[in-house]
């Protein structure tokens, strides 16, 4: 079976490029424009690779992209990607998980 082609960018417009995103099962390439939010890069982020938009770490040169409430909004630009790049996809926790697991420990360790 064929390999989808990755999206060219350079094609569709003059403005536009692309943003390699590398992850722990792969890489997948996205066409994006400079105007584009990081909110709108994170949800096809999580339609080809799988993981949720809160639950995505994405950094640019080590360098984590703040994808929190307020800022969700802000450009690729904003965020200082204005270029073909690529970015490393690191996944975390879904919210709340690190609460659920401090109250499950304490209530097995208070029944002990």
Request: hydrophobic share 40%.
């Amino acid at each position: 079976m064929a390999q989808p082609e990755p999206e060219r960018a350079e094609e569709a417009e003059p403005d536009a490029f692309s943003v390699s995103v590398a992850g722990v099962t792969g890489a997948e390439t996205f066409a994006v424009r400079r105007g584009d939010t990081l909110h709108s890069l994170q949800l096809r982020v999580a339609a080809k690779l799988r993981t949720p938009p809160d639950q995505q770490l994405l950094a640019l040169e080590g360098k984590p992209l703040r994808a929190h409430v307020l800022d969700t909004e802000r450009t690729l630009e904003a965020h200082g990607i204005a270029g073909p790049v690529t970015l490393t996809l690191s996944p975390q926790p879904a919210p709340g998980a690190a609460e659920l697991t401090a109250a499950l420990t304490a209530e097995a360790e208070a029944s002990l």
